[in-house]
Each structure stands twice: as structure tokens, then as C-alpha cells.
């Protein structure tokens, strides 16, 4: 039964996870007054297209855009959070204005962690940062990434197909934390093919020569390009909590509806969700959807709310290779092909857990996400 003490809820944040806790609001059966507040003037987009589809070569500059909202919802864009007073239920904005609230949802989402502090060391994390790059790789510039995840990868992989050189640092082969060695190796042999000039060390160091910035290798030699972009994680922004005795350095770390007291919830990057082995961060698209949905919903019901039952599911697109992954990653060992005999695809791979569980795995080869989930629950069941 939906909790009639809610008459206005404030959701701060208009990524993924804030929009989707706001439909869900309304799903759930809010008809109050609901505002959402986001730091970037523009309307909520498509995180995972800015680092796939929009630096691909071409004249279309939409792929990221997303379906207009219906969830009626009063937007104050281009506004941040300053402050919260959890005891007043007040939310303080930028501008020195204040909103109170009965509910508050936390999607504040995160930002690119930096190396330097040179501002020619480029990041990609919001569409401004996208389009800046696009610009950029168009004239074909030598580029230097840093970092070896699925960022740091699709980036090379579109400066690559745009005709720039490409080179990748990175302190452990590519993609191999995210997605294990079986699937690293695969995406590291397509990418040498294609061309990525590929640096595996560790300790690289951002520097600054002759007002550029460069990349120091431990054995002091310098990496050079005409631009440098380092994709080396996120970090939570949570610092306008100072104050408010929530934590304030850090992601969040939430129950298992999402909440962080009975009036606030939290959702997406921000939010650490529990697990077996401690609270835990999925800044991925997917699990943002599935969190603001639980968050969304215990707002409402309180503990009769689901709990959140994560379903792990992953994409990426690079040198050719367009991987799906429904079930937790990374993976050890070696596949069982379900269909198929080339890694590199078109396939169909599946690893069977110890604990009964396995994870699908689709190579170039497009597949519905509800089938890869069956290949995962038919291993589980035989």
C-alpha cells in the first residue's frame, strides 16, 4: 500500500536512474508534486551511446537522445544540489534556493576521475565532453588513451575507425578485471589487428612537458600525441552531503531497496548496493535502471517493496566485436560455446559457476537479452 504521508518528492539527478525513479513514481501510483533537479542544462540522454554510436563517423548527432518523459515532472536543469538538511527535509540548490521534500531520491550520479589537472587532458562523461571529442577526432589527431575498460576501449575503437593513430596505456591487458582473460584476449587480438597501438605497464604518470600533458612510463619514457583522453573510472559526487550526516566522500551505500533512512533513497553510480562481500558500486547503465526501480518503490511502500535482485547484464561495442553479457562477470576459464566455434563470433558462450549460476555470453551475435538470461537459468537448472 502506497504511504499517504507523500505528497512531494524531489529527485536530484536526470541521468538514467533519476529518470527512471520518477517513472517508476508514477508507475507506483505518485500523483503529487515531483521535481527533479539536474546539474546539466540539457535533458536526461544516453550515457552508453556517447562513447559507442556518437564518436562513430557519421552525420547523425541524435543517437543519444532518449524518448520525451511523461512523468510530468516539474525539471529544474542546469541546477545542483548544495546542501541537504535530513531533519528539516529541506534540499538546498545552487542558486540559494531551497526545496523541502517528503521523499528524496539520490541520483547525483559521478564524474570522471582525472590524472592531471591540465585542462588538455580530455574526459568522457557527459555529451558536451562527446561532442568536444568528436570535434577533436575528426581532424585525425594521434591520440593517447589511458586506461584499458570499457570506456578507455570504445573510445580507441571510434578514434581508430575515424582514421586517427591510437595509442592505449593501460596497467593490466584490456578489459581483463571486467570481463575475465578468456573474453580480454579476444577483444586485445581484435584491437591489435585493427591497428591500437597497445601499452600494457603499470605506473604511468600524467605530466606536464612544454605546457602539454604527456604520459610518463616508469622507465621514463614519454608517450606523446596531439590529444590525450584518460578513462580511469568515476567518482561518486556526493560531496554536497557535507553536513547532512550522510556520507559525503564516496559512493552511498544503501539497503537492499535502496534506501539510506525511510524518506531517502539512492540509485545508480552514486549508490553502493549490498552483497556477500560488502556494498558495492555497478556504474553501468543497467544496474542504474534496476536500482532506481527498487529505490523508487521503497519510497512508496516501505519495506513492502521488493528487494533488489540484481540481474547483471553488460554491452560493449569495439573493433568489430559486439558483446552482450547477461550474469556476473569477470570469468574464469575457458567457455562452453552454446553456438559457434570462433571467439571472436558470431557466438554464443556460456561459463557455469560453482555456486549453480552461469553467465551468457553473445559474440556478433545479436540476441534478445531474455534469451541470453535463459541460457543462463537452463546451465543453472541441468
Known sequence: MMSSALENIVVVGNGIAGLTAADSLRAGGFDGELTIVGAESRPAYSRPALSKALLRSGPDLALHELPPPDHGATELLGRAATGLDPERRVLSLDDGSELGYDGLVIASGSRARRLGSAPD????????????????IASRPDLVVVGGGPLGMEVASGALEAGCRVTLVTNEPPMERHLGTHLGATITAAAVARGLDLIVTRDAR?????????????????????????????????????????????????????????DIVAAGDVAAVPTASGPVRSPIWHSAIEQARVAAAALLLGDEAPELRAHPYFWTEQFDLDLRVAGRTPLAGEPEFVDGDDPAGPALLRWRHADGTATAVSVNYRIPIPRLRRLCEAAAAA
Open 206 to 262: 600524467i605530466v606536464e612537458r612544454d605546457g602539454r600533458s604527456v604520459v610518463a612510463l616508469p622507465d621514463g619514457s614519454l608517450i606523446e600525441g596531439d590529444l590525450l583522453l584518460t578513462a580511469v573510472g568515476d567518482i561518486p559526487n556526493t560531496e554536497w552531503l557535507a553536513g547532512s550526516g550522510l556520507p559525503s566522500c564516496g559512493p552511498l551505500a544503501v539497503d537492499s531497496r535502496g534506501r539510506l533512512r525511510p
Open 121 to 136: 587532458e580530455f574526459v568522457l562523461r557527459t555529451l558536451d565532453d562527446a561532442v568536444a571529442l568528436r570535434a577533436r
